[in-house]
């Protein structure tokens, strides 16, 4: 099956930079889209960031010019850059991922299992 494994979150302070890492395994014929939400406590799981296989990219609001996506399909492997942290970005930070695992299957979204990301004042 497909895994989706996500790595570099942790504990920074306001004004901090992390780098976030996802990686697709298993039995994998195509990625399409691929992109990080994230939820905070209380909250609804949000769209932070996606870029498509060809590489256009989509950001929300809050996150524009503080945050860059990109991928190396190679790898199988989505990054999120993130500067300028404050504690609005605390939360878990989940990636997703579009992918056929045949030829003829069709597209599915998969999840990771969420990092955590919190931002100290």
């Known amino acids: 099956q497909v895994q989706l494994v996500e790595s570099g979150g942790g504990l920074v302070q306001a004004g901090g930079s992390l780098r976030l890492s996802c990686a697709a395994s298993?039995?994998?014929?195509?990625?399409?889209?691929m992109g990080w939400y994230r939820q905070a406590p209380g909250k609804q799981r949000e769209l932070v960031a996606d870029?498509?296989?060809?590489?256009?990219?989509n950001y929300a609001d809050s996150v524009k010019g503080r945050f860059t996506i990109d991928r190396d399909n190679a790898k199988k492997t989505v990054y999120l850059q993130m500067n300028s942290l404050d504690s609005e970005d605390t939360a878990v930070y989940y990636c997703n991922a579009v992918i056929k695992t045949t030829a003829i299957a069709p597209f599915n979204a998969y999840w990771g299992q969420g990092t955590q990301v919190t931002v100290s004042s």
């Open positions: 870029i498509t296989s060809g590489g256009s990219t």
């Open positions: 298993g039995i994998i014929f195509r990625v399409n889209a």
